[in-house]
């Protein structure tokens, strides 16, 4: 039976698996950083004998397309690698998609080892990227590489790519769109805590400007903080939080706390202790529903930010200043009956003997930019711990890898055909 | 009479002393960069006959000395400058401290003009450092101006002092007086809006690390955010400046909304938009009280801090650490029977033929400092506008200088004698 050779090649290969999760966390591959890390991946594609196109992103179609988001449009020393197993033929084609890049570590301190040392303990293995998402990464390679290794002719084309740029708004995945590769279907592994992710949230960064006015910190009084103000936009911007989520009644999100929140993660301002601050920064993300549209979710939160002159009338002579900037992700939906969903669910039921559990993303992936620019129905579904991305201490489950490489090598089986 | 012939003298040299004030506010004499402000006073001071002493600041005396504040213990390139006019003999001796340092312009859209334009408009003059506190040091020189031209022979000795460091803690004074410069009594001209400050408030900075828990922004309720942990921080400070201030009885005070304030100017936490915040710093300053010493203020607010556990127990877990760095002022006060207070206080009835207005100051100066360390009894009084310190378009009103000039002119006479 194929699913037991699988099983046994994966089996067999447990420890070179490991070697090459822990390879890529160890290489520190955030934003303009990724080379190395895509070196790695270069070298296992062509092992495994798929064809490898490797190019630096860059030109107008690219950064000048509606939906490029990302702080930077200069790509140089940043590889996006695509690799493609051609099929016999008349079979249909899948896009196996994840990201090389990682977000930085955060406070150190609150790291039990150094964060990217690719530590394995009790079965879980350690480091910035082993969950979002370089283990399901190492899961698509694995099944690739058993099918290759059992020699199994597919029909379809699968088309394997390890992009940059999907933590600043998915330029590396735009990038390989436009570059030609489509497909009937895409996965992406992100970490799902091996649940299947039909609808994927749409996300956007924002920055808001809060003025105040400068005095003496003896006399401060005399001034308005803008640290206290931006204190009160704050407050604001979780009741809009409280007010959309308040909308959301899709079952699929029945177990998720907020589905679409709104988060600031990261404040700015003033530049003396003696001085009233007259100036706070503010950057932050809002998750935007596949039921709505980019436009929509930035109206909204126009309007609120203008409300801002009725919760205190500071803001109607000083008006908070808001800009959409860098990292955008498109939100994206597979129709539940969709013959890929089917696939997928089978393949997981064949090897964990359960019925999988189809919920929404909690966060933004290039799951939209495959299906809305790329016409490429796509789902998420991938072994890491959800509540560990872009977490202190981010591990994956060992164990997990390997059983989602299982999963998707069945569903790579089922869904391109096989040649007889 | 005396004071005829100086109020002509002033208002002869009218123009070629707004100029003066223009050339000094045009240099930007931000921390680090006084050496072209202090070579147009060494300049002046040797047009008009004093002894200059200009020298860079260094020295383990003075860097390990427990007074010392500042967030640089080297000073090359920035000189502090001292004139001496000796007097005859057996006559008080006096200090005419100003400091050369300015803070930074803030946010530049703030300002109707360029922050250092100097330019002058309805008997104003403007730029950052007009007020605090440029114009006070040109009343000083106008003075010593006036008296040289009109050949008064003073009995005691006059030190003119043009400091560095003002604004981060008093280095530049610290290093005076441990060159030796002491005398019976010292004038700063600080912005008071022409009132007499025998009481002066000192203050310290403090730093404030917040801590958090980081998390992917689209499930951020699975972080905790040190941007949100930072406002209760914020809040629970507010109480203590509110219970701090309610002590604070004396009669000084009573024109003053918070007589020792504690102003947050700075803050930075997070570092990706989509990343919950996990270490938030404040920075700010405490106000401390000439009836308390700076070591039991520093107790006081180290117990709130530890006390934040009993607000919420996050601090509980994860407690707020708490450093004192970078400007420290020492709270000073002359009493209000001392003979300078006399002299000076009848020198303004006799220009301004009016009672002069005696409050407490608001902000630190290094009047603690000379007093404490200097053993110079010490007032603050100067032309500048209070408000304006530290402000957006800081400006001075000119015939404030010329009037204040005029003050500390007959205060010089009156204080040193004149030799018949």
């Excluded at 080379?35 to 062509?46: F, G, S, Y």
């Excluded at 899948?94 to 990201?99: F, M």
């Excluded at 990464?137 to 694995?142: P, Y």
């Excluded at 809009?240 to 999100?253: A, F, G, M, Q, V």
Aim: charged content about 20%; some cysteine.
């Amino acid at each position: 039976m194929l699913r037991a050779q699988i099983n046994q090649w994966l089996t067999n290969n447990h420890d070179h698996g490991i070697k090459l999760l822990q390879k890529l966390v160890q290489e520190n591959s955030i934003q303009g950083n990724e080379r190395k890390a895509q070196t790695i991946v270069i070298e296992k594609l062509r092992q495994i004998g798929l064809k490898v196109d490797a190019w630096e992103p860059e030109g107008k179609q690219l950064v000048e397309h509606p939906y490029f988001a990302s702080p930077r449009n200069k790509f140089k020393g940043s590889l996006n690698v695509v690799g493609v197993l051609k099929g016999t033929g008349e079979g249909r084609s899948l896009i196996l998609n994840g990201h090389i890049d990682v977000v930085p570590e955060g406070d150190v301190t609150q790291w039990d080892q150094q964060p990217y040392s690719g530590k394995v303990v009790d079965g879980k293995l350690y480091g910035r990227g082993a969950t979002d998402m370089k283990g399901g990464n190492v899961s698509l390679l694995l099944a690739l590489s058993a099918l290759r290794a059992l020699g199994i002719p597919l029909k379809g084309d699968v088309i394997f790519q390890s992009v940059i740029e999907e933590e600043s708004g998915g330029a590396g995945t735009l990038a390989a769109i436009l570059r030609g590769y489509q497909a009937d279907a895409a996965l992406i592994p992100e970490p799902t805590n091996m649940k299947i992710f039909p609808k994927q949230q749409g996300s956007m960064w924002f920055r808001l400007n809060v003025k105040g006015l400068a005095a003496h910190g003896g006399t401060r009084y005399e001034g308005v903080s803008a640290i206290e103000k931006s204190m009160v936009v704050i407050e604001h911007i979780k009741k809009l939080e409280k007010s959309r989520n308040e909308r959301i009644t899709d079952p699929l999100y029945k177990n998720i706390p907020i589905p679409i929140p709104i988060n600031i993660g990261k404040i700015e301002g003033g530049d003396w202790p003696s001085s009233v601050a007259d100036l706070v920064n503010l950057e932050g993300r809002v998750g935007i529903s596949p039921d709505e549209t980019i436009e929509q979710a930035q109206k909204e939160f126009e309007k609120w930010i203008q409300a801002l002159e009725t919760v205190d009338p500071w803001f109607a002579k000083y008006p908070v200043s808001l800009e959409w900037f860098g990292a955008r992700w498109v939100p994206g939906s597979i129709d539940l009956n969709h013959p890929f969903m089917s696939s997928l669910s089978k393949s997981y039921s064949k090897v964990t003997g359960e019925q999988p559990v189809i919920e929404a993303s909690p966060w933004g992936t290039d799951g939209g930019l495959l299906t809305t620019v790329g016409s490429t129905p796509t789902i998420v579904f991938g072994p890491g711990v959800t509540e560990k991305a872009h977490y202190p201490n981010e591990y994956i489950e060992i164990n997990k890898v390997f059983e989602a490489a299982e999963i998707i090598a069945l569903t790579i089986v089922d869904w391109c055909g096989v040649e007889r």
